[in-house]
């Protein structure tokens, strides 16, 4: 794997932010992922995971309104960057050569 290579929670952070496009934040980001892959994430972890991909330049974070339901707490809002994007086609490009390799005899049982 090169310099671009995304552990699996990256990936799936990665897109579900994608999914969310403009309305991605820590708690959406959580609902998605556990709705969408019946699987618990923590907040911890997933602020961890969003930091880490914003430092690789795969994630943009700017500071949405202060609102009154937040206690004047600002959400931040994250998007994938170009960098990003591209990270994810090579993933998914990996994926599929390999999903393709797969004599279909090995999937039938």
Do not use: C
Not at 3 to 10: A, Q, S
Not at 19 to 48: C, F, K, P
Request: a neutral charge; glycine letters at 10%.
């Amino acid at each position: 794997m090169g310099k671009n290579h995304l552990g699996e929670f990256e990936e799936i952070v990665l897109l579900t932010v994608a999914i969310l496009h403009g309305e991605a934040y820590g708690v959406a980001i959580i609902d998605e992922m556990e709705s969408r892959l019946n699987r618990s994430v923590s907040i911890g972890s997933l602020q961890t995971v969003l930091r880490r991909l914003e430092d690789k330049g795969y994630l943009s974070s700017e500071f949405g309104e202060a609102t009154s339901v937040r206690g004047g707490k600002r959400k931040r809002f994250f998007s994938v960057t170009t960098a990003g994007k591209k990270v994810l086609r090579e993933a998914k490009e990996q994926r599929m050569n390999l999903w393709n390799a797969i004599p279909e005899i090995a999937l039938n049982d």
